[in-house]
């Protein structure tokens, strides 16, 4: 394969960039041409394909965003924009194609690889880390980290009015980020849609809380657990709990990814040149266990996300001193 592409797709996520870099060295280590293809499938369409430098991802391999930028496309979802999108990628003589997002732009890619046998391979970008088939998503990492910071900050501030605090943070319909800032971080209660917890029972475990003289709470709910905002109304209504908001949205996104999502990048975009330059296609590569895995695209989709139950109920033991 003398010549490949590289995408990001659907949600930005730290670590997109090191992905990135490291494609394109890899690439370029297999004596392979490396294209980059910005602002995703929206501009795979509109044929918005050019080179990538070394100076391009040298200087931002460190930074959150994508140098790429990236996009949502609704014509891609058409007959019509998925043929423009592959005649693009004939018209640049592209023989492969690395795709960094999330699920939804994996359903995509899948779509590439068996309706039009595009040689493609998906790398699993996305803060939610809301993947099942892998264990971790590039950006995860940072993202939880980016919300303990902002925990121990507003627990600060809370303590000083003998408040508590609802934190609510991103993962559509997983909890993950949740869970792992929440224990990172000491919440003493997480609310999640895997464990869905009624409200009257959270407000009941806030009085208690009060009751035997633990006057600050942090609460982390997830927001396919509910809104921060609603869940301090319910709370105002039915105790004498003081409860204040905070709705922590794209700060968890931004920001320098952490070592840990830049060697997963590294590792991740290695084994998709790998494979390609191999001549296979049609995979998403992961981690499971600690190894770098490659499991067939159409399967990565349809394996359903897993929730550390064992991780929550630690936490709810903690909470309870
Ligand atoms: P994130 O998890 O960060 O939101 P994502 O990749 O899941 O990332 P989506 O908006 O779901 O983000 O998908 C990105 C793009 O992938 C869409 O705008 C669309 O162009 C394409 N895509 C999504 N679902 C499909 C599908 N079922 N078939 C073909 N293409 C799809």
Not at 40 to 57: A, N
Not at 162 to 175: F, Y
Request: charged share 20%; aromatic share 6%; proline share 2%.
């Amino acid at each position: 394969m003398k010549r490949i592409g590289v995408l990001t797709s659907g949600g930005d996520t730290p670590g997109m960039n090191a992905c990135i870099r490291s494609v394109f060295k890899t690439g370029t280590d297999l004596g392979m041409q490396v294209m980059g293809v910005y602002h995703g499938y929206k501009g795979l369409i509109e044929g918005r394909v050019d080179y990538i430098t070394h100076d391009m991802v040298e200087n931002k391999m460190h930074k959150g965003g994508t140098v790429l930028r990236t996009a949502r496309s609704s014509a891609f979802l058409t007959e019509e924009g998925m043929q423009k999108a592959v005649s693009v990628l004939n018209a640049y003589d592209i023989e492969g194609l690395v795709v960094i997002g999330g699920d939804g732009s994996f359903r995509g890619a899948a779509q590439l690889s068996e309706k039009y046998g595009v040689n493609v391979i998906g790398i699993p970008g996305t803060i939610d880390n809301d993947m099942g088939y892998t264990d971790f998503t590039i950006g995860f990492d940072t993202a939880i980290n980016n919300v303990m910071n902002e925990i121990y900050k507003i627990r600060d501030t809370m303590r000083a009015h003998d408040r508590v605090g609802v934190i609510e943070v991103m993962g559509r319909l997983c909890g993950d980020i949740a869970l792992w800032a929440g224990v990172g971080g000491a919440a003493d209660l997480i609310l999640v849609p895997e464990r869905p917890m009624p409200w009257d029972e959270a407000t009941n475990i806030l009085v208690a809380n009060k009751l035997r003289g633990k006057l600050t709470s942090i609460v982390l709910i997830a927001e396919g657990a509910g809104s921060a905002e609603d869940f301090c109304e319910y709370v105002r209504a039915h105790s004498d709990v003081e409860i204040k908001a905070t709705v922590l949205g794209y700060i968890q996104r931004g920001g320098n990814p952490s070592a840990f999502d830049r060697v997963l990048a590294a590792k991740l975009g290695q084994r998709a040149v790998e494979l390609l330059a191999d001549g296979q296609s049609g995979f998403a590569v992961g981690i499971k266990h600690n190894d770098i895995i490659n499991v067939p695209l159409l399967d990565a989709v349809k394996v359903n996300d897993t929730f550390d139950d064992k991780l929550y109920d630690l936490n709810t033991i903690m909470a309870k001193f």
